[in-house]
């Protein structure tokens, strides 16, 4: 599948690491280096513009590795780019680390999925099929 990209980014294109990778590495494109305190946020942006087709959306997450290692996330994550949005792919980066974590300009901050969705309309009844679970959820399964 071919996606439309305008890259207004310093950077590569994102592309898969391996053979295998399910995302793609978004990098900050930011003017100077950043740093983010404890338990503070920021809005970071990518320098790239997308056009998804109808029935796909774009899907960023956090980087497991830069999760384990600096403490940084994805905020509302996984978060979601419509194929009807055409703005720059920005990326809410939250530090949940107990010390100050600097983001570089470049520096690979999550991954993108692309990813096919099913739009839905509503059938309104007055009631649904019985299953052996039915209300049972939040942790009915037990831990053991």
Not at 25 to 35: F, G, H, P
Not at 67 to 85: C, E, F, Q
Not at 110 to 135: A, P
Request: with cysteine.
């Amino acid at each position: 599948m071919k996606i439309k990209i305008v890259s207004k980014s310093k950077h590569p294109l994102p592309e898969y690491s391996t053979r295998y990778s399910a995302g793609m590495d978004l990098r900050a494109n930011i003017e100077n280096s950043l740093t983010l305190k404890p338990f503070e946020r920021s809005l970071i942006p990518t320098g790239l513009f997308i056009e998804l087709p109808e029935g796909f959306e774009a899907q960023i997450r956090p980087r497991s590795g830069l999760t384990l290692k600096k403490g940084l996330t994805v905020l509302n994550s996984p978060g979601t780019i419509d194929a009807d949005y055409r703005g720059e792919i920005g990326v809410i980066i939250a530090n949940l680390s107990n010390e100050s974590q600097i983001i570089e300009d470049g520096e690979r901050i999550c991954q993108m999925i692309i990813s096919k969705h099913e739009s839905i309309t509503w059938e309104l009844v007055n009631e649904l099929n019985l299953t052996d679970r039915g209300h049972g959820g939040f942790g009915h399964t037990g831990t053991k």
